[in-house]
């Protein structure tokens, strides 16, 4: 579905992963689950453009909701998968998820994540062969020229990506605006967090950006500012849950 102009998502927004357009050509944030695979010929085409078009893929981290296609893309297309250093080896399936348990739930919502998944094929994820690292600050040299702020905590290689010419910050997991565990909206720290701490203090660093379209691995789009967001963050983090 289209988000804003040259920028397209793939899923109905538990799962994300984002197509962005820039002089013709394509770069996709994340690669959500394997299912989405057969997804990509239609909305590249709804933005009139074509997998030929398509230049890189931008890992936030390396979770496997978010590597979903992406090593069947690097095989079949060569396309270069890019993902922070630091992140790099679970990306590649090196060294296991650093989350800390699930953290509170509700049966409902945390169920209809893992079917939703499951049936697109987020059991048999698979991991990347091979990745491209980059570095906090660096700006990377694909379509959107996406700017990487290094925001550790969820995993110590989170990264958001900064997209000024389309008014987009993509933050990954470094916050959710839905929560796929308890189905609770609005922006929070993400489920399967490694060090919520870290995460939390982590948001210092996009929460000046100026960005119209706050972009998450999960949940829906959030337009009330970069500083709101990490405001209702923060103070849902501080608040004793009851
Ligand atoms: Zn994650």
């Known amino acids: ?8 998502r793939l899923g109905n927004g538990l799962i994300n ?3 962005v357009e820039e002089a013709g050509q394509v770069t996709i944030i994340d690669a959500g689950v394997p299912g989405y695979w057969g997804d990509i010929p239609a909305e590249l085409a709804a933005m009139g453009r074509s997998i030929e078009d398509v230049r890189a893929i931008v890992l936030t981290h390396g979770h496997s909701d978010h590597i979903g296609f992406a090593e069947r893309m690097r095989r079949e297309r060569h396309t270069p998968v890019q993902v922070h250093e630091l992140d790099a080896a679970l990306a590649r399936g ?3 998820n650093p989350a800390k348990g699930l953290g509170p739930t509700r049966i409902g ?3 209809r994540f ?4 499951g049936l697109r094929g987020g059991l048999r994820n698979r991991p990347l062969g091979e990745v491209v690292t980059f570095g906090d600050g660096a700006t990377l040299d ?3 020229s996406p700017r990487v702020i290094l925001t550790p905590g969820h995993t110590p290689g989170s990264a958001a990506l900064y997209v000024p010419s389309r008014d987009a910050l993509f933050v990954g997991d470094a916050l959710a605006t839905y929560a796929v565990t308890t189905g609770e909206e609005g922006p929070r720290v993400a489920p399967f967090t490694a060090d919520a701490d870290e995460a939390v203090r982590s948001l210092a660093r996009i929460e000046n950006v100026d960005a119209r379209w706050v972009l998450p691995g999960h949940g829906e789009a959030w337009t009330g500012g970069v500083a709101e967001a990490v405001r209702l963050v923060r103070e849902r983090a501080a608040a004793p849950r009851g």
């Open 114 to 117: 893992m079917v939703y998944g």
């Open 142 to 144: 694909v379509p959107g």
């Open 94 to 96: 090196e060294v296991p």
């Open 17 to 19: 992963s984002y197509l």
């Open 109 to 111: 919502p945390l169920v």
């Open 1 to 8: 579905m289209q988000v804003a102009p040259s920028l397209h």
